[in-house]
């Protein structure tokens, strides 16, 4: 992955509206005027620079539903050749990198194994998403939205998900060789250990990560089995998020689940699933000594984003940080690998 270079006078109003946003994303600003901002982005996308020049000029920009003052200000200077004053404003508050440390990691990521669109819970189209991603120089990224039962995320039903694999196929085929989109699904655990899916849903995808969202505060007794029996279905290949801990930010605190680590990432290790390092800042999971157990223990690894807007696949810098700082050697993070070992991995 690489830093985006920021745009440079004249700069296209589309070009102007992503970069902002991906500034905000990733500052982890508020999200009502990245919704506006995102709005307009949609609004925009199939009207030409110079249809939106003849607005500017003849002031019917804000007749476009979507388009607020912000935005028409944005546009308005960005069709003028100037670098827009609400995009210098954002380099200059969130423009630096999240973090340095862990920059040789970080050079090394390929991709994501963990992503949502506003098919479940995420803020902008697949699209978007792809975009956001290819600018980073990623080469691959799965999309992972929720699964059914995840009704507050707006989880995908079977014939959702059947929906969204079609429009998968139709953006690799839009998208050359250059980046692959993988067919992936952030799969619910159920209180037994079975996943939210139906197998043959599951078989068609690339990746499967799977994660709990329910019952976090179970005794051990009952959280181990029921993560050690996920581990062990064939179809997953990616435990996320696996403590469930939130350390700081909007959603409040929540303590990690209790169950034995040990047993969970030998399960791992014996059935080729691998620990993610999720690198939203208010998950930071696993915690240090938990990633340590499953390092010593020779588990695979995924660095993810969890991002639900465009600007956050760049948290992952702050999973590298963490992962060099423990001594995660490159070749076992599943996300420095080439999207071919990373299919043959997911099968194998
Ligand atoms: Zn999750
Ligand atoms: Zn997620």
Request: glycine share 8%; with cysteine; charged share 25%.
């Amino acid at each position: 992955m690489e830093q985006p270079t920021p745009p440079q006078a004249p700069v296209s109003p589309l070009d102007a509206l992503r970069r902002i946003c991906f500034l905000l994303e990733r500052g982890r600003e508020s999200s009502y005027r990245i919704d506006a901002f995102r709005k307009t982005i949609e609004a925009i996308t199939l009207i030409s620079d110079d249809e939106l020049r003849e607005r500017v000029e003849a002031g019917t920009l804000k007749q476009i539903k979507g388009i607020g003052d912000s935005s028409a200000a944005i546009i308005g200077q960005a069709v003028r050749g100037v670098l827009p004053a609400y995009l210098v404003s954002a380099e200059e508050k969130h423009g630096e990198p999240l973090t340095t440390d862990g920059a040789e990691l970080y050079a090394a990521l390929r991709g994501d194994l963990h992503a949502h669109s506003n098919w479940s819970d995420g803020g902008s189209p697949i699209e978007e998403m792809v975009l956001a991603a290819v600018q980073l120089g990623q080469e691959w990224m799965a999309l992972t939205d929720h699964s059914p039962r995840l009704t507050v995320a707006n989880g995908l039903s079977r014939e959702r998900l059947a929906d969204q694999l079609e429009r998968v196929d139709a953006i690799n085929a839009s998208l050359g060789e250059a980046f692959t989109l993988l067919k992936g699904i952030e799969v619910d655990i159920h209180l037994d250990g079975t996943l939210d899916q139906d197998d043959d849903m599951l078989d068609q995808l690339d990746v499967v990560t799977a994660s709990i969202h329910s019952k976090l505060r179970q005794p051990s007794f009952e959280m181990t089995p029921r993560m050690v029996a996920a581990v062990r279905n064939p179809r997953t290949n990616v435990l996320a998020h696996c403590t469930g801990q939130l350390v700081t930010g909007g959603r409040g605190k929540r303590p990690p689940s209790a169950f034995d680590a040990e047993k969970v990432f030998r399960a791992c290790l014996e059935n080729d699933v691998a620990v993610e390092i999720n690198s939203r800042p208010e998950r930071c999971d696993p915690p240090d000594e938990l990633i340590e157990l499953a390092r010593d223990l020779g588990c695979l690894f995924t660095i993810d984003s969890d991002a639900h807007a465009p600007g956050q696949l760049d948290m992952k810098s702050l999973g590298c940080e963490r992962a060099e700082r423990l001594g995660i050697p490159a070749e076992r993070i599943v996300t420095t690998w080439p999207v071919d070992d990373v299919r043959a991995w997911a099968k194998g």
